[in-house]
T-cell receptor, first 118, second 111 residues
Framework: AQKITQTQPGMFVQEKEAVTLDCTYDTSDPSYGLFWYKQPSSGEMIFLIYQGSYDQQNATEGRYSLNFQKARKSANLVISASQLGDSAMYFCAMREGLGWDSNYQLIWGAGTKLIIKP | DADVTQTPRNRITKTGKRIMLECSQT?????MYWYRQDPGLGLRLIYY???????NKGEISDGYSVSRQAQAKFSLSLESAIPNQTALYFC??????????FGEGSWLTVV
């Protein structure tokens, strides 16, 4: 079974609009972490934001926020005021267990290709 | 300069050839990883190392080997490359926090 599901293979969004990228996950471990990464066309993988399963508040980093709905097992990325430079692939990933000693492996979704239109 | 440096960034090699991808980091992290990315897919873990004397297989280690020459250096080898090893390869490092730092990736094509 897919542990990380990103249902949007591609999205087109008008510049300056807000964007929501969907991510649902499946785990029976009560301790886990959720990550979002951005991959521009040049290929590098850029860390955006992290949410731990016990974190009380939704994570925010500048224009990025994570809409964490634990009961729904959903961890959507919200980008406010989109910019042309936001065009990229976006990946959701999960680590089961919170400590790096407990689990080393990130489980990745297939990604969403976001294109910002001027 | 990048904190995690991969060489080469691009390589085309022939089937059956041995190829090594090198990774060095300046972050002082103990933990290093090699991932593979195929088109339309997320990353899959090939090998990981928690320190110089600790090397472990990941999800897709068959056909690959690694060497941790020093805390800062972790290399990936394909002993006899085959076309389905054509992919984008990432080296990454982490401390005990929540962030993995990736290199810029190495595009490998096996013809």
């Amino acid at each position: 079974a897919q542990k990380i599901t990103q249902t949007q293979p591609g999205m087109f969004v008008q510049e300056k609009e807000a964007v929501t990228l969907d991510c649902t996950y499946d785990t029976s471990d009560p301790s886990y972490g959720l990550f979002w990464y951005k991959q521009p066309s040049s290929g590098e993988m850029i860390f955006l934001i992290y949410q731990g399963s016990y974190d009380q508040q939704n994570a925010t980093e500048g224009r990025y926020s994570l809409n964490f709905q634990k009961a729904r097992k959903s961890a959507n990325l919200v980008i406010s005021a989109s910019q042309l430079g936001d065009s990229a692939m976006y990946f959701c990933a999960m680590r089961e267990g919170l400590g790096w000693d407990s689990n080393y492996q990130l489980i990745w979704g297939a990604g969403t290709k976001l294109i910002i239109k001027p | 300069d990048a904190d995690v440096t991969q060489t080469p960034r691009n390589r085309i090699t022939k089937t059956g050839k041995r190829i090594m991808l090198e990774c060095s980091q300046t972050k002082g992290h103990d933990r290093m990883y090699w991932y593979r990315q195929d088109p339309g897919l997320g990353l899959r873990l090939i090998y990981y190392s928690f320190d110089v004397k600790d090397i472990n297989k990941g999800e897709i280690s068959d056909g690959y080997s690694v060497s941790r020459q020093a805390q800062a250096k972790f290399s990936l080898s394909l002993e006899s490359a085959i076309p389905n090893q054509t992919a984008l390869y990432f080296c990454a490092t982490s401390d005990q926090g929540n962030t993995i730092y990736f290199g810029e990736g190495s595009w490998l094509t096996v013809v």
